[in-house]
């Protein structure tokens, strides 16, 4: 899929100053003469007279590093900035293009009795087909986990591709252990399922590289079974790769229409439009909550603008988009690089999208609910329920 970057070179120069003012205060607001030589000389007195000698040189310009990148980033998400060991980059990476090195379970940890319980198992995973949803595990490689944080639990449950962990389940009243060897595997990200005979709900949980391919090919099977309306879940997503977010909202949107509007530092408005010759044609109610946040809002955005129905809660407000860099010594560093905007031209940074239909539901209750069956959550998830029921109404 194809999509095109167009340059809008006529501004007024009183919209490009206001458009290239920073969203939130990066300036120095006093005076600091000789900076570089302010920087050297407390670098040379905190590695004379700090009062442990493990400080180190490379430690302080590490520390500075992170304080810069703290300081450009937003007040609200003051880590945005990152600077990334090479290992520590790779399982980046590898999340970015949706493959994961695990043995595939997802849970909940109980720090009291020391339990933890399946709450999911991810498909073509070393789990599939040997765990279950509420199986509880009591021992990791014959350790009790009573007392351990969720980060010890963690620990023992990652690895190396390749290498073994045993694990003692307790099922119903069954107690038996199952070795899992650690692999790499694709995670199931998109998944959709019918509501009834013309409506589908699909949930796009976090945005890789696949993204767009994958919700191209559950969307061709909607058109074959005659679907006219989907919910598009985006609660709890994060975000992800930009690029396949666009192409996403892409799918949607016929050609030249603008998908998302963007702002760098060296260039004028850019706009990025659509050249689908013949977009999916759906009525769509995309759920959203204020954990929707980055790459999922670029979606929201575009869908929005576009004419789609958003239900829920305020997305997040993460407005900005970032670029990594990659540094001599391999280590990684991540930054701010420009400001998004919807194709109506509103920024989303700090503010959030608002829903059309505001729906209070919490992000634990909704991950809760995602475990039960799709008739169950037409009678609890309230958020559902409420795209369902426009949906169905705009086909009366």
Not at 61 to 74: D, F, K, Q, T, V
Not at 164 to 193: A, G, N
Not at 268 to 297: G, R
Request: hydrophobic letters at 40%; one cysteine or more; proline letters at 4%.
């Amino acid at each position: 899929m194809r999509w095109v970057l167009l340059l809008l070179a006529l501004l007024t120069q009183a919209e490009e100053k206001r458009k290239v003012a920073p969203l939130f205060t990066v300036a120095l607001e006093h005076e600091f003469p000789d900076a570089a030589a302010a920087f050297e000389e407390a670098r040379g007195l905190l590695l004379e007279h700090y009062y442990s000698s493990s400080l180190t040189e490379e430690a302080l310009y590490w520390a500075a590093i992170e304080g810069m990148l703290r300081h450009i980033s937003p007040p609200g998400n003051p880590e945005l900035g990152k600077i990334w060991q090479p290992a520590d980059y790779s399982k980046v990476r590898d999340s970015l293009k949706g493959v994961k090195v695990s043995v595939g379970i997802k849970s909940s940890f109980n720090q009291k009795d020391g339990s933890l319980t399946v709450t999911g198992v991810e498909p073509t995973s070393p789990a599939d087909g040997l765990l279950q949803a509420n199986d509880r595990i009591m021992r990791i490689d014959d350790q009790p986990l009573s007392g351990k944080s969720v980060s010890d639990v963690n620990s023992l449950l990652q690895g190396e591709i390749g290498t073994k962990v045993s694990l003692k389940i307790i099922r119903d009243i069954k107690i038996f252990e199952v070795q899992l060897e650690r692999s790499e595997f694709h995670t199931q990200q998109f998944v959709c399922l019918p509501v009834d005979a013309k409506i589908w709900l699909c949930e796009l949980r976090t945005i890789t590289a696949t993204t767009s391919a994958d919700v191209a090919e559950q969307l061709a099977l909607a058109r074959e079974a005659n679907v006219t309306g989907l919910v598009l879940d985006l609660r709890n997503n994060v975000g992800g790769v930009f690029l396949e977010a666009l192409r996403t909202v892409e799918l949607f949107l016929g050609e030249k229409t603008v998908m998302l509007r963007t702002l760098k530092k060296a260039d004028n408005l850019q706009n990025y439009v659509s050249t689908t010759e013949e977009p999916y044609d759906f009525d769509i109610a995309i759920l959203a909550n204020e954990n929707t946040a980055s790459s999922a809002e670029i979606i929201v955005a575009g869908l929005q603008d576009a004419g789609a129905t958003v239900v829920g809660k305020k997305t997040y407000g993460k407005g900005v988009f970032e670029q990594t860099f990659a540094l001599e010594n391999k280590f990684r560093l991540k930054f701010i690089i420009g400001t998004m905007y919807s194709p109506k031209g509103k920024s989303w940074q700090s503010k959030g999208i608002l829903p059309d239909y505001a729906v209070d539901q919490k992000p634990a209750v909704v991950k809760t609910l995602r475990q039960l069956p799709v008739s169950q959550r037409l009678s609890k998830d309230v958020s559902l329920i409420t795209a369902v029921k426009l949906l169905r109404r705009s086909h009366n």
